[in-house]
């Protein structure tokens, strides 16, 4: 029997920002040993001042915990 998955985990960063403003809202969410996606955990699709679509770079890489 395999217990793999359980030991699966990502190191990731997503950078999100407000295509139209910057100053509305920027920010960076970073995980380390996560065992979701920094996008899995976010939560917000819209900028709350305008209303635009936030824009996001997501880079992950996946890990292992032993």
């Known amino acids: 029997m395999s217990y793999r998955h359980s030991t699966d985990r990502v190191d ?3 950078l999100v920002e407000c295509p139209n403003d910057p100053e509305h809202i920027t920010f960076e969410i970073e995980l ?4 979701s996606k920094p996008s899995e955990l976010f939560l917000i699709e ?10 996001t ?8 915990v032993l």
């Open 12 to 14: 990731g960063t997503m």
């Open 32 to 35: 380390s040993c996560s065992e």
């Open 57 to 64: 770079i997501e880079s992950v890489t996946p890990t292992e």
């Open 46 to 55: 819209e900028c709350p001042d305008c209303g635009s679509d936030l824009s």
